[in-house]
């Protein structure tokens, strides 16, 4: 490689040899060998940790972000899971209510029918004659 980009890190040891660089080393930050392989096809079952393994922030903010959702997971699911349980409550007690007012209808539609008995019976004696009608005759003195 005979031209050097700007801005561009060099990645031979005989441009390193050129051109001398001087800077601090961060502890937990990988070197830039180690992230030559950063964007290739991840090849095992954890994507993350593959692509990411050398660079200490992206992991950071990958397992935060995976915290996160968890936690947005379990709250949604509680939630639902408590809402659920709140509505099978609410649903049996309706249910329940509902078996009531029908008993309830089916006793009044019963004691209306008992009442009309009750009221044509009564209208029917108070119609009729209870005693019989008596003639006196008056004896003339």
């Known amino acids: 490689m005979a031209d ?30 180690e992230d030559e392989d950063i964007y290739e096809q991840p090849s095992t079952p954890s994507a993350t940790a593959s692509i990411y393994r050398n660079n200490l922030l992206q992991r950071k903010l990958i397992e935060n972000n995976i915290e996160i959702c968890k936690a947005l997971t379990m709250l949604t699911r509680n939630f639902v899971v408590t809402a659920s349980k709140q509505l099978l409550t609410t649903d049996q007690m309706l249910i329940k209510s509902q078996l009531s007012l029908q ?16 009221q044509n019976r009564v209208a029917s004696a108070l119609t009729s004659s209870f005693l ?8 003339g003195n």
């Open 4 to 33: 050097l980009v700007r801005g561009e890190a060099s990645e031979s040891d005989e441009e390193v040899d050129k051109h001398k660089i001087y800077a601090a080393e961060v502890s937990g930050e990988a070197t830039e060998e």
């Open 132 to 139: 019989p009608v008596i003639h006196i005759k008056e004896r």
């Open 103 to 118: 008993s309830a209808h089916t006793a009044l539609q019963q004691a209306q029918r008992n009442t009309s008995q009750l």
